[in-house]
Nanobody
């Protein structure tokens, strides 16, 4: 079982930066693939970035070069550094952990980027 709690969202102007954090519980945290997803009002939830237990990363085209995902297994935490934010990045951001066909989600944190 993994429980996830996100933090770090907020209101920022276009061009600004935010760092999201997701703290997990459970001994298997270090074995999971961790991802950040986002969901804007009226839209589907889409993957933003992911990082495997071996630190391989993957990004959505829309955030490449602006967002960086990283993990600290000693702290059971995954981060999403978001730079050069755009109004279209406005959404609720969710943390997801995946391991052996099981997945766990956090409750989400709101990111709002003003123009």
């Amino acid at each position: 079982q993994v429980q996830l709690v996100e933090s770090g969202g907020g209101l920022v102007q276009a061009g600004g930066s935010l760092r999201l954090s997701c703290v997990g519980s459970g001994s298997i945290f270090r074995l999971t693939t961790l991802s950040w997803y986002r969901q804007a009002p009226g839209k589907q939830r889409d993957m933003v970035a992911s990082i495997t237990s071996g630190d391989s990363t993957n990004y959505a085209d829309s955030v490449k070069g602006r967002f960086t995902i990283s993990r600290d297994n000693a702290k059971n935490t995954v981060y999403l550094q978001m730079n050069n934010l755009k109004p279209e990045d406005t959404a609720v951001y969710y943390c997801r952990a995946y391991y052996l066909a099981k997945e766990w989600w956090g409750q989400g944190t709101q990111v709002t980027v003003s123009s």
